[in-house]
């Protein structure tokens, strides 16, 4: 799978109102990113699935959380049930 990673939100239209958020993943696929954010929001998260244009085609982003600080979302990686061992 893709590792996650902290994104600025400043300038992309999210429902978050920090500054940063951790992205999951990136698909052009949009009903695999949707299974990605149900799944998320159902273990508590919030989330917020952004849709983008990359070289004209449409690119769906899941992000997770709303942080002031870079260093604030870094620290706060969440881990999907559906895969990865943390140990």
């Not at 992205?23 to 917020?48: F, I, N, P």
């Not at 959380?65 to 881990?79: H, I, L, N, R, V």
Request: no cysteine; glycine share 10%; proline share 2%.
């Amino acid at each position: 799978g893709e590792k996650a990673s902290v994104v600025s939100t400043k300038d992309s239209e999210t429902t978050t109102d920090g500054d940063y958020s951790i992205q999951l993943m990136a698909s052009s696929d949009k009903a695999k990113a949707e299974e990605v954010r149900k799944s998320m929001t159902a273990e508590g998260y919030k989330v917020a699935l952004v849709e983008a244009k990359v070289d004209g085609k449409a690119i769906y982003r899941v992000r997770v959380g709303d942080y002031p600080k870079k260093e604030d979302a870094a620290g706060q990686e969440p881990t999907s049930s559906e895969g990865g061992d943390n140990n």
